[in-house]
């Protein structure tokens, strides 16, 4: 295929992932077949939104103003300018200034935060598992799964079962929970970059919350690692498009307000993600995954190679058996 055909081909699979990250309807029709889903996207909702980007919302337009108003920072706000001409005061009130903002920070907000994160980690499962059960009484859903079961080409992508299979399932997601922590390291150090940092920063994480968003119905599908990561790769155009939508919602906004709203967000795409049966072919023979018309691209490089050195410093026998369990 000609360059320019490859380029309109992966412009094409873009445009299709973005569409189907915009396709929010389906969060409302799952959350009217599921009240477990309703309630914990309801959780979700009042945790981040009201009560965290509240308390944000609350700090900048109410207490630090009256800070300001309590503890001025000019002489013409001085009621008696002989506190002005006291010497320091000015110092001093700006320094407590800060430190009763500071304080609302330690006590209040970055507790919030781990707490938010904590809890939120709890839910998105949750919200994947009533999500994709939804989806499961869905008629679509289970006719196209009953054809499916029909179909020749596809493979059970179970691994054994027993205590073999519960080994390689710990070992995959160690390797999982690994090689994501070094890629977020990756996205983290080319915003640093000059010029074009800002460009690959936003890409990668467009990628970064996609494999998130489509992990958890990896994860019920029992889809293994290293199929999924070669399927992601594979695809990349349209994993970068899905991913965008959720990059640019926090892009613009300091770091406490990206985690409020992403935490808001974050659980309508996994639910996009979750009806979404554009990639429904991750089930089928690897030598059709090639249909995108596009190369792959090594997007998981340098963290799998990473991840795969440090997983050498582990004793011998059992850095050679997580070996073994990421290439089954």
Same mark, same amino acid.
């Given at each position: 295929?000609?360059?320019?055909?490859?380029?309109?081909?992966?412009?094409?699979?873009? !445009?299709?992932?973005?569409? *189907?990250?915009?396709?929010?309807?389906? @969060?409302?029709?799952?959350?009217?077949?599921?009240?477990?889903?309703?309630?914990?996207?309801?959780?979700?909702?009042?945790?981040?939104?009201?009560?965290?980007?509240? &308390?944000?919302?609350?700090?900048?337009?109410?207490?630090?103003? %009256?800070?300001?108003?309590?503890?001025?920072?000019?002489?013409?706000?001085?009621?008696?300018?002989?506190?002005?001409?006291?010497?320091?005061?000015? +110092? !001093?009130? &700006?320094?407590?200034?800060?430190?009763?903002?500071?304080?609302?920070? $330690?006590?209040?907000?970055?507790?919030?935060? $781990?707490?938010?994160?904590?809890?939120?980690?709890?839910?998105?499962?949750?919200? %994947?598992?009533?999500?994709?059960?939804?989806?499961?009484?869905? +008629?679509?859903? @289970?006719?196209?799964?009953?054809?499916?079961?029909?179909?020749?080409?596809?493979?059970? $992508?179970?691994?054994?079962?027993?205590?073999?299979?519960?080994?390689?399932?710990?070992?995959?997601?160690?390797? &999982?929970?690994?090689?994501?922590?070094?890629?977020?390291?990756? @996205?983290? %150090?080319?915003?640093?970059?000059?010029?074009?940092?800002?460009?690959?920063?936003?890409?990668?994480?467009?990628?970064?919350?996609?494999?998130?968003?489509?992990?958890?119905?990896?994860?019920?599908?029992?889809?293994?690692?290293?199929?999924?990561?070669?399927?992601? *790769?594979?695809?990349?155009?349209?994993?970068?498009?899905?991913?965008?939508?959720?990059?640019? %919602?926090?892009?613009?906004?300091?770091?406490?307000?990206?985690?409020?709203?992403?935490?808001?967000?974050?659980?309508?795409? @996994?639910?996009?993600?979750?009806?979404?049966?554009?990639?429904?072919?991750?089930?089928?023979?690897?030598? +059709?995954?090639?249909?995108?018309? $596009?190369?792959?691209?090594?997007?998981?490089?340098?963290?799998?190679?990473?991840?795969?050195?440090?997983?050498?410093?582990?004793?011998?026998? +059992?850095?050679?058996?997580?070996?073994?369990?990421?290439?089954?």
């Amino acid at each position: 295929m000609e360059v320019s055909g490859k380029v309109k081909m992966a412009a094409s699979l873009w !445009f299709e992932g973005l569409g *189907e990250a915009c396709c929010l309807h389906r @969060v409302v029709l799952l959350c009217m077949r599921s009240n477990n889903l309703l309630m914990r996207t309801g959780q979700c909702f009042l945790l981040n939104g009201f009560i965290f980007l509240g &308390s944000i919302f609350a700090l900048k337009s109410v207490v630090i103003p %009256a800070l300001w108003w309590i503890l001025p920072g000019q002489c013409s706000q001085f009621v008696s300018h002989e506190l002005c001409d006291l010497g320091g005061t000015l +110092k !001093f009130y &700006s320094f407590l200034r800060l430190a009763l903002i500071q304080l609302c920070y $330690v006590l209040w907000f970055y507790p919030l935060y $781990v707490f938010s994160i904590v809890l939120s980690t709890i839910w998105y499962n949750d919200i %994947a598992k009533y999500g994709y059960a939804a989806m499961g009484r869905s +008629k679509l859903t @289970v006719e196209k799964g009953s054809s499916q079961n029909n179909s020749p080409t596809v493979q059970n $992508v179970k691994g054994p079962s027993g205590l073999g299979g519960v080994m390689i399932g710990i070992g995959q997601q160690v390797y &999982s929970i690994l090689l994501l922590s070094v890629f977020f390291l990756e @996205v983290y %150090a080319t915003g640093f970059v000059p010029y074009i940092g800002k460009l690959i920063n936003f890409l990668l994480l467009s990628w970064m919350y996609a494999y998130y968003c489509f992990e958890y119905k990896w994860n019920f599908n029992e889809v293994a690692l290293d199929r999924r990561l070669d399927y992601f *790769e594979s695809y990349w155009p349209f994993f970068a498009g899905f991913g965008s939508p959720c990059v640019l %919602a926090i892009f613009f906004f300091s770091p406490l307000v990206s985690y409020g709203i992403m935490a808001i967000l974050f659980p309508l795409f @996994v639910l996009t993600a979750t009806g979404s049966e554009s990639e429904q072919e991750i089930s089928f023979e690897k030598h +059709k995954w090639r249909a995108a018309g $596009v190369e792959r691209l090594p997007i998981f490089y340098v963290a799998d190679k990473v991840s795969l050195w440090m997983l050498s410093l582990l004793p011998l026998e +059992k850095g050679d058996q997580v070996q073994d369990r990421k290439e089954q």
